[in-house]
C-alpha cells in the first residue's frame, strides 16, 4: 500500500475492513484511521456478516478471497438483507490484477474495486465521494 495518505476533509465513515491477512488488514486500518475514518476488522466472511448484523457500518472493505466465505458470497448476502438506501457501501479487494475486475465485481454487487497493493490516497479519495447514509431514526 502507497502512503499517499492525507487526513480526510470529508465526514468519517464507519468502516469494516474483511481481510483475512493479518498485516494488510493492519495497513488498511492504519490508512482509514490516518484518513479520520473509524472502524473494525474481521478475518473471514462469516464474521463478515455477523458484524454487519451486529453494526451499521457506512462501508465494507470485503477481500474477495476470505475463508469460510467468500466477498462475493458475502456481498449477495448484504445486498439481498439490505435495501439499497440501508445498504453499505461494498468495495471489493483483491490480488488478482485483472483488467476486467472491476466491471466483474461491480456486476457481483459491489459498488467499487480496488487491486493490492491499495494506493491510500486513491482509496481514501474514494472514501470521500461514497454517498452518505440516512441517519438512524431517533430512539423513541
Known amino acids: 500500500m502507497e502512503d499517499g495518505i492525507s487526513t480526510c ?8 475492513v474483511a481481510e483475512d491477512e493479518p498485516s494488510y488488514a493492519h495497513l488498511l486500518s492504519y490508512a482509514l484511521r490516518k ?9 473471514d ?7 454487519v448484523g451486529k453494526g451499521r457500518y457506512d462501508v465494507l472493505l470485503i477481500d474477495l478471497r476470505m475463508p469460510r466465505l467468500g466477498g462475493v ?8 438483507h439490505h435495501q439499497d ?6 468495495i471489493a479487494v483483491t490480488a488478482e490484477s485483472d483488467a ?7 456486476q457481483h454487487g459491489f ?22 447514509r440516512r441517519p438512524l431514526p431517533a430512539s423513541v
Open 73 to 80: 458470497e458475502a456481498a449477495a448476502w448484504i445486498r439481498r
Open 100 to 106: 476486467q475486475g472491476a466491471e466483474w465485481t461491480r
Open 9 to 16: 476533509t470529508a465526514e468519517p465513515l464507519r468502516i469494516l
Open 111 to 132: 459498488d467499487a474495486h480496488f487491486t493490492k497493493p491499495i494506493d491510500a490516497g486513491a482509496l481514501l479519495a474514494a472514501l470521500a465521494r461514497v454517498p452518505r
Open 45 to 51: 466472511g462469516e464474521a463478515l456478516l455477523q458484524a
Open 35 to 43: 484518513g479520520g475514518h473509524t472502524g473494525e476488522r474481521v478475518a
Open 85 to 90: 438506501d440501508d445498504r453499505p457501501f461494498l
